[in-house]
């Protein structure tokens, strides 16, 4: 045999030893992660065994790690889980691209969602650690995290904290164009969980100017629970400011966005989208619809449906009655309770102005028994009412009467002001019902 075949035989010979090794590592692997569900510990050993016979250290034992995350997770033993984590983070071979190992931690924190809140913690400060490190790389993983870490100090109320994570966010958010269809889908996501963070901290004003600034990026498709949390959190910012029309909207899209996902938090905007109704004088029926009409028997919508039909009617007196017979629930509710003096004072204005309509004089006296409240509370309203321009009376101190009086003739300038201002309410209520019918149909 000539000295040329001899090299060729040896080449030979290495890889079929370098496949053999190779097929007892896979058989090893495989045998071991068929026993997970079953008989987790002798996985776990079998896969130790892949690592230990793996003569490179090469995928096999990557994939191993990736194995033994797992079981150990399933196993409860969460030390080991988080030492395994860390060994396939800093994996570093040939055999495993960047791309892969991104997935595979990616992978395995999604799957991670359910262990113990520090555990979760700690997997999320090693993936920070290590992705902040190549961020060309890893800089989706390393948002996501970031992103995750940051929800966990807003559910444990540790603000500051968390909004201090946020400014690191956004920062690299903005490093290029935000309108960018690169980061605008990321920005929106750290607006999204700024709301939550400034909701909780009670901060309207930043809560308005971070919900403007999530609702101008327009070239992203965000999922529908992200949305409607952000239109949840814009409604109730304008709540606070008394836009009752505004914070309709708001609420109206926040149930939807959350009925198209499933979340029960829709339950919640629908409370309120009846609740902003009330205040904003709005006569559109929220029920109406059929995404709406299937949830007015839900125990949570029940007592404000009564509510709004005591409105609707003017009638104060069934109004109390039901809000004394579920003051539990309304108590329950920080938003429908700091609100429910207002619509209680709008109800009592419209049923003073109705109730007037067809007099020319009336006793104070009579009103305390319509308006359930005592002399000095009726005119208090009847004042809010002339100096809002819903009536025009005057009172008698004397005779204890309010009388009403005939429209005083405007002049040009002011008739027209005040054609202007009728027509525009008319357009934006039709507007308003417009839209909402729109949206029933389709």
């Not at 003569?55 to 194995?67: D, E, I, N, S």
């Not at 892969?100 to 993936?127: H, S």
């Not at 400011?241 to 938090?265: I, K, M």
Request: charged share 25%; hydrophobic share 40%; aromatic share 10%.
């Amino acid at each position: 045999m000539e000295e040329e075949d001899y090299y060729y035989y040896d080449e030979n010979y290495g890889d079929e030893e370098e496949e053999t090794w190779e097929a007892a590592l896979e058989n090893a692997y495989a045998t071991a992660k068929s026993m997970m569900d079953t008989m987790p510990e002798q996985c776990a050993a079998g896969l130790r065994g892949v690592e230990r016979d793996d003569p490179v250290g090469g995928k096999w034992t990557f994939k191993a790690f990736k194995m033994l995350v797992r079981v150990c997770r399933r196993m409860g033993s969460y030390e080991e889980m988080l030492s395994y984590y860390n060994k396939v983070s800093t994996f570093s071979q040939n055999c495993v691209s960047k791309a892969q190992l991104q997935k595979a931690m990616t992978k395995l924190i999604d799957e991670a969602q359910r262990v113990p809140v520090e555990y979760l913690r700690r997997m999320l400060e090693t993936t920070i650690e290590v992705t902040s490190r190549d961020m060309s790389s890893f800089g989706k993983l390393w948002f996501n995290a970031k992103l995750k870490h940051a929800t966990l100090l807003l559910e444990s109320n540790a603000l500051d904290a968390a909004l201090e994570e946020m400014g690191v966010v956004l920062e690299w958010c903005k490093e290029e164009d935000q309108f960018a269809l690169k980061r605008s889908s990321q920005l929106f996501l750290s607006y999204a969980l700024l709301l939550g963070i400034y909701s909780k901290k009670n901060d309207y004003s930043s809560m308005r100017e971070t919900f403007f600034l999530a609702t101008s990026i327009v070239n992203t498709i965000s999922p529908s629970r992200v949305m409607g949390g952000v239109m949840e959190c814009g409604g109730k910012m304008y709540i606070h400011f008394r836009d009752w029309q505004s914070a309709f909207r708001a609420f109206s899209d926040a149930f939807l966005h959350y009925n198209e996902s499933g979340d029960p938090r829709k339950i919640g905007c629908l409370k309120y989208l009846v609740l902003t109704r009330m205040l904003g004088g709005s006569t559109i029926d929220p029920f109406a619809r059929q995404e709406t009409k299937v949830y007015e028997e839900t125990p949570e919508i029940v007592p404000v449906a009564a509510l709004m039909r005591s409105f609707a009617a003017n009638d104060i007196r069934g109004f109390l009655e039901v809000m004394t017979f579920h003051r539990e629930a309304f108590e329950a509710d920080a938003v429908l309770q700091s609100c429910l003096d207002l619509v209680l004072e709008q109800l009592r204005l419209q049923a003073l102005v109705a109730y007037l309509a067809p007099y020319q004089r009336l006793y104070i006296k009579r009103l305390e028994e319509v308006l359930c409240v005592n002399t000095e509370e009726v005119e208090r309203l009847c004042v809010r009412a002339v100096m809002e321009g819903k009536l025009h009376a005057a009172l008698d101190d004397e005779e204890h009467v309010i009388i009403m009086q005939k429209e005083q003739l405007a002049g040009p300038q002011e008739e027209r002001l005040q054609a202007l201002t009728r027509w525009s309410n008319a357009l934006t209520q039709l507007n308003e019902e417009t839209r909402w019918e729109v949206e029933r149909i389709t």
